[in-house]
């Protein structure tokens, strides 16, 4: 057994110092244009539909629509429904969406707006829908946002009409676009008719047209959403993100669900891959037994240099867990392991992981931060950091590399367009970790030989 258990540290509760997350109506507006032709709308002020707008542009590097309800003062003491009503008649008049997805923000939520009654009295166009979710920032993450998004969609839209689709639900989590059209490609060589919900694909990595195009062709269509009722069952793919959601469609249309661990690394693939085996019946085809000997082929090879050294993973619990779960089948020891996210499910999970392969005394936390990331750190360092962009200024401090996975991703390009799940992210990632561990170390020996030489 490897016991990595750490030096005592005060512990922190009053507040988070650079957070390892950011606020819920990022995930909803997220969820939100994985819809086609929707427009998210921020149900506040200017300014949060702005900061949310610009974080997820600077992640994806595309502009990411929304609407918002402009609350000025009297907004804030007398409540936005007004605004609301306005905003939307407003929208449906210039922007012809089919329909509008409203989440609230902390002004909203604080005042006690509510947008379900509202809704409710709107004089909506025929042919069109506006639906809601309730996404307190001070609350939860982005995750909670994004789940609470996809809960408003299926409460407002989906049926059942008693008549099976013959369809599975795929729900692929907080993920990139490119991990959305991996996902696809692995359902259509196993054969399974699908819906992906929601589905950023076509959208948040939209091809230059020579055009604006408000509305690219991209996301799930209200009329899959309206048939997730009719799914003969739901392959939910990360279980801190996508628990709820599933419940809910079981709850209210009897829908069965089978909970995954994103298809990050090779068993959690496999069983993805099995589990789309079960519903088809179809056999693996050789092109991904291929892929998936190459991948065990490059993990040989490189063995050398991953084994034993320390890596520091952070970022949103599915993703984390995923990167955790991959970085142990390298035979790299994940020495800290944290999301910002308030799930302690990720606590229990990822510490089972660890333990089955044999490695304790790891730091495991949700709710955490970067700066207490960072402290650990100082009192024993790692050999790697796996994360978002933020985690930089720890690396800068340290002169510890950062091989950047998740979100946000901001001062990289191409990222969101390149898969982390599948056999074909594994390969992505271990081909960066390992290269850079080797740029590291060949950096190290020069510094060695430079000292011998003086």
């Not at 990411?64 to 939307?88: C, D, I």
């Not at 829908?129 to 609470?148: A, L, W």
């Not at 989906?158 to 490609?185: C, H, L, Q, W, Y």
């Amino acid at each position: 057994m490897l016991d990595l258990t750490p030096k005592t540290m005060t512990e922190r509760k009053a507040l988070r110092i650079n957070p390892c997350k950011t606020c819920q109506p990022v995930g909803a507006m997220y969820a939100a244009l994985g819809v086609h032709k929707c427009l998210p709308h921020s149900h506040g002020s200017q300014g949060c539909a702005s900061y949310h707008r610009t974080y997820l542009s600077r992640h994806f590097k595309e502009p990411a629509m929304a609407s918002t309800s402009s609350f000025t003062e009297g907004a804030s003491v007398f409540g936005g429904g007004g605004n609301l009503k306005t905003a939307v008649r407003n929208v449906f008049d210039i922007y012809n969406p089919d329909i509008i997805a409203v989440h609230t923000t902390c002004l909203s939520e604080t005042i006690g707006d509510d947008v379900g009654a509202c809704i409710a009295d709107m004089d909506i166009p025929e042919g069109k829908y506006v639906v809601h979710t309730n996404t307190p920032s001070y609350v939860g993450s982005h995750i909670n946002g994004f789940y609470n998004m996809m809960q408003g969609f299926i409460n407002y839209l989906t049926v059942s009409t008693g008549t099976p689709n013959g369809k599975t639900a795929i729900f692929p989590g907080f993920v990139n676009p490119g991990d959305m059209r991996e996902i696809k490609r692995l359902a259509g060589l196993m054969k399974v008719p699908f819906i992906l919900f929601p589905d950023t694909s076509g959208v948040m990595d939209a091809p230059m047209v020579g055009r604006f195009e408000m509305y690219p062709k991209g996301g799930t269509t209200i009329n899959e959403i309206r048939s997730l009722g009719d799914c003969t069952e739901v392959l939910a793919l990360g279980p801190m993100t996508n628990t709820e959601p599933a419940e809910l469609l079981k709850k209210k249309f009897k829908v069965p669900f089978t909970l995954l661990p994103l298809p990050i690394g090779i068993e959690a693939t496999d069983r993805f891959l099995m589990e789309l085996s079960r519903i088809s019946k179809a056999d693996v085809p050789y092109e991904l037994e291929e892929q998936r000997g190459q991948l065990v082929d490059i993990l040989l090879d490189s063995h050398q240099y991953t084994y034993q050294k320390t890596v520091a993973i952070y970022g949103d619990p599915d993703i984390v867990t995923g990167l955790t779960s991959l970085c142990l089948e390298m035979g790299m020891v994940p020495k800290y392991v944290i999301t910002g996210t308030p799930m302690e499910e990720f606590t229990k999970e990822v510490t089972a992981l660890l333990e089955r392969y044999g490695v304790t005394g790891a730091v495991v936390k949700a709710n955490s931060d970067l700066f207490e990331l960072h402290q650990l750190i100082k009192n024993e360092p790692v050999d790697l950091l796996l994360g978002g962009s933020y985690g930089k200024a720890i690396a800068k401090a340290e002169n510890i590399p950062l091989v950047r996975a998740g979100f946000p991703i901001l001062d990289r390009y191409v990222h969101s367009y390149l898969p982390l799940v599948g056999y074909t992210g594994m390969i992505r990632i271990v081909e960066r970790i390992t290269n850079t561990l080797m740029d590291r170390q060949d950096a190290t020996c020069a510094d060695e030989d430079l000292e011998t030489v003086m």
